[in-house]
């Protein structure tokens, strides 16, 4: 399941390639990954437009297309390819993009549960918690939210009310460097382990970015 350091490795790797890149045509192939819109709107309303930057929240990857964003959930095997040569499964290949420049991209999903959402202005994500790579995330933030938690902390970490971003891989990561027990309560990690778990998680996910997730 991609998490945060896999979806942002994609974001910086579609940048130098597609930013600024016009769309010329696209073809949504499976209209059921398309959840809030309908495919002929999509398609029509996508056209003409131009990549003007790729953003992230969470696990999720946001192309801001002008006053348009086209969101991407993973699921558990979404990749994006530059050419539909290089796929294994083209069978598999969900969303075609075309641009003026003559570049292609091409959405595959072999297990469909990834999913794409269309949006006309640049998507809140309320139900999302703290980015934990935001320097809004300080050990004061850390601790506050910790202590008002009777949870286990793994669950905790996994939970993208509170951390946006954060799976079972890289939790249990992140607890493993902290040294703190996945069975420990949230509201009984001392200041030091708060820290402790602060430090790891940016240490983790810094790291696991600059290895390409």
Do not use: W
């Not at 420049?101 to 072999?110: R, T, V």
């Not at 469909?112 to 050990?139: A, D, M, S, V, W």
């Amino acid at each position: 399941m991609p998490e945060l350091p896999e979806v942002e490795t994609i974001r910086r790797q579609l940048i130098p390639l597609y930013r600024g890149e016009i769309i010329g045509k696209v073809n949504l192939k499976t209209p059921s990954l398309l959840k809030n819109y309908p495919a002929e709107d999509f398609q029509r309303d996508l056209a003409g437009k131009q990549l003007v930057d790729f953003l992230r929240r969470g696990k999720f990857l946001i192309f801001h297309c002008g006053e348009v964003f086209p969101v991407f959930h993973l699921g558990m095997s979404g990749i994006f390819l530059q050419n539909k040569a290089e796929s294994r499964y083209p069978q598999h290949i969900h969303l075609e993009m075309k641009f003026e420049s003559g570049k292609e991209l091409y959405f595959q999903d072999m297990r469909k549960f990834g999913n794409i959402r269309f949006y006309k202005e640049l998507p809140q994500f309320p139900e999302l918690g703290i980015e934990p790579l935001n320097g809004e995330f300080t050990i004061e933030k850390l601790g506050e939210m910790l202590r008002s938690k009777k949870m286990n902390i793994k669950q905790f970490l996994m939970s993208q009310e509170y951390i946006a971003g954060i799976g079972n891989i890289y939790a249990s990561e992140i607890l493993f460097e902290a040294q703190i027990s996945p069975l420990r309560k949230s509201f009984e990690l001392s200041e030091a382990e708060s820290a402790a778990l602060h430090r790891a998680i940016g240490a983790i996910l810094i790291s696991s970015i600059e290895k390409f997730g």
